[in-house]
C-alpha cells in the first residue's frame, strides 16, 4: 500500500481548472518530484493535499485513512508537513524558536501545567528544547540557534523551514521548490540534506522543483503537470526523455 494516494483530484479557479484528475501514489521512503512549466497547478497539488483547498473531486489517502476532507492543522497532525514556495518562517523569532514551533504541535501538558509553570511544563519544555537542537544539528546548524532567523543567509532560511516542518514529526514531507534562489553551493548541500533526511529518519518526500540536475540527482520517480494535468509519470530518466515532456518545457 502506497503511503499517500490522491486520486482524481480537481479544483477550479472561477473558469480555470487550476488542477484536473491529479492522481498519485506516493510509497514509504520515496523521493518523488512533481515538475511542470509554471503555472502548471504544482503549488496547488500541494495546497490540495494540505487542505489548504479543498478539491472539488477526489480523494486523498495517507497511510490508509481517508484525509480528504480534513482542514490543515488535522493533516498535520495526521502526518503531512511541507515548506512553502516563499519561505514563510517566524522572521522575528530566533532559529531555534521557529524550530519549537513545529514541536509543539506534538508535546502536549495542559494549559494549566503551562500557565502554573508546574513541574510537567518544565520537563517538557526541556525535551522540546533538546528535541530542537538535535534538529538543528541534523541540519549542522546548532551554532546559529539563537540567530534571529530573518538574519540567516537565504539557503539557510530554506534548511530552517525544513527544521521546522520536520518538528511536526511528519509522515510525508512536501518541498515547495526548495532549490528556489539558492546558489549551486547551496543546491548541491540542499541534495545531500534532503537525502539525509530521507535516510536518517526514512522520510517520504515529494518535491516540487525547477532544478533538473536537483530532480534528476535525486528523485526517483516524477509526475509532470501541465496546464493542470498529468502529462506525464514514471522513473525520472523515462519520463524526462519524454519528447511531450521535452516539448512543454521548451514551449513549443
Ligand atoms: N487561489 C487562487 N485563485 C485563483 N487562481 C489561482 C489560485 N491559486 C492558483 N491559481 C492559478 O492556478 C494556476 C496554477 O497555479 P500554481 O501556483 O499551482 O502553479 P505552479 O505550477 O506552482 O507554478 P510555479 O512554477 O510558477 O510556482 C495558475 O494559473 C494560478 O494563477
Ligand atoms: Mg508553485
Known sequence: MALLEAKNLSISFGG???????????????????????GAGKTTVFNLLT????????????????ITRLDPVHK???????????????????????????????????????LLRLPSYYKVEKEIEERARELLS???????????????????QRKLEIARALATDPKLLLLDEPAAGMNPNETA????????????????????????????????????????????MGETKEVL???EVVKAYLGE
Open 16 to 38: 480555470l481548472r487550476a488542477v484536473d484528475g491529479f492522481s498519485i501514489e506516493v510509497e514509504k521512503g520515496e523521493l518523488y518530484g512533481l515538475i511542470g512549466p509554471n
Open 51 to 66: 487542505g489548504v483547498y479543498q478539491a472539488d473531486e477526489g480523494r486523498i489517502i495517507l497511510d490508509g485513512k481517508d
Open 76 to 114: 498535520n497532525q495526521n502526518g503531512i508537513a511541507r515548506t512553502f514556495q516563499n519561505i514563510r518562517l517566524y522572521s522575528h523569532l530566533s532559529v531555534i524558536d521557529n524550530v519549537k514551533v513545529g514541536l509543539h504541535n506534538h508535546f502536549h501538558y495542559s494549559t494549566l501545567a503551562g
Open 138 to 156: 541534523v541540519f549542522n546548524m546548532e551554532n546559529e540557534a539563537d540567530v534571529m532567523s530573518s538574519n540567516l543567509p537565504y539557503g539557510k
Open 189 to 232: 548541500e540542499l541534495m545531500e540534506t534532503i537525502q539525509f533526511i530521507r535516510e536518517k529518519f526514512g522520510m517520504t518526500i515529494l518535491l516540487i522543483e525547477h532544478d533538473m540536475k536537483l530532480v534528476s540527482g535525486i528523485c526517483e520517480r516524477l509526475t509532470v503537470l501541465n496546464f493542470g494535468r498529468m502529462l506525464a
Open 241 to 243: 526523455k519524454n519528447p
